[in-house]
């Protein structure tokens, strides 16, 4: 059964290797020889950095944390630069990144974030793009989707700009097509 733990530091995540896990959700606070073992055992990593880094990147925002928890804010101040050091190894390694944004952390319109948020820590916008379609399709063992290709299912979707150059694109997605069928087009 494929088994995905969320976890963030080397301990919990060197455990999880050693006990044969398929992917690690988080995994933000991981050594550079942490991701080594994680590439080497070929398991998955979804980092989940939209939610992490925004409240690590705001830390010292009174506005952004009223009614949140004071000891929630208190992690982030004291391991917002460890944060940001472990998302730039990641982006420096070979780890297989899959798109997962931690269900019910923010509303779900929001989910489109994370490519900006992956981008951000040094992440190239055709692997955050591969992590949300065809490494996302390897990691669940879905065979008919995650690239266009003949034979495959045709769930497309395609946004007025070129995510290439601008990753904040992906926000505005105007066209859904869903197993052939459009359910979305551009207005006009
Ligand atoms: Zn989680």
């Known amino acids: 059964m494929p088994v995905t733990p969320h976890c963030y530091g080397d301990e919990a995540a060197r455990r999880?290797?050693?006990?044969?896990?398929?992917?690690?959700?988080?995994?933000?606070?991981?050594?550079?020889?942490?991701?080594?073992?994680?590439?080497?055992?070929?398991?998955?990593l979804v980092p989940t950095q939209y939610t992490i880094l925004t409240d690590a990147r705001r830390a010292g925002d009174d506005a952004y944390w009223r009614g949140k928890p004071p000891y929630?804010?208190?992690?982030?101040?004291?391991?917002?630069a460890e944060l940001e050091a472990?998302?730039?190894?990641?982006?420096?390694?070979?780890?297989?990144?899959?798109?997962?944004?931690?269900?019910?952390?923010?509303?779900?319109?929001?989910?489109?974030?994370?490519?900006?948020?992956m981008v951000s820590t040094g992440i190239s916008p055709l692997r955050?793009?591969?992590?949300?379609?065809?490494?996302?399709?390897?990691?669940?063992?879905?065979?008919?989707?995650?690239v266009l290709a003949a034979g495959k299912i045709?769930?497309?979707v395609a946004m007025p700009g070129n995510p290439f150059t601008d990753i904040q694109v992906t926000g505005r997605v105007d066209f859904v097509m869903r197993s052939g069928t459009v359910h979305k087009r551009p207005a006009g």
Do not use: C, Q
């Open 16 to 44: 999880a290797v050693r006990a044969g896990v398929r992917s690690i959700d988080h995994g933000n606070l991981v050594s550079a020889e942490g991701l080594a073992m994680i590439e080497d055992a070929g398991v998955f």
């Open 154 to 156: 045709a769930d497309v």
């Open 86 to 117: 472990a998302a730039e190894s990641l982006a420096a390694s070979d780890v297989k990144i899959a798109f997962g944004t931690d269900a019910g952390m923010f509303p779900h319109r929001d989910n489109w974030r994370e490519f900006g948020a």
């Open 72 to 80: 929630k804010r208190a992690k982030f101040v004291r391991y917002g």
């Open 128 to 146: 955050a793009l591969r992590a949300a379609t065809s490494v996302a399709a390897e990691l669940l063992r879905l065979d008919e989707v995650g």
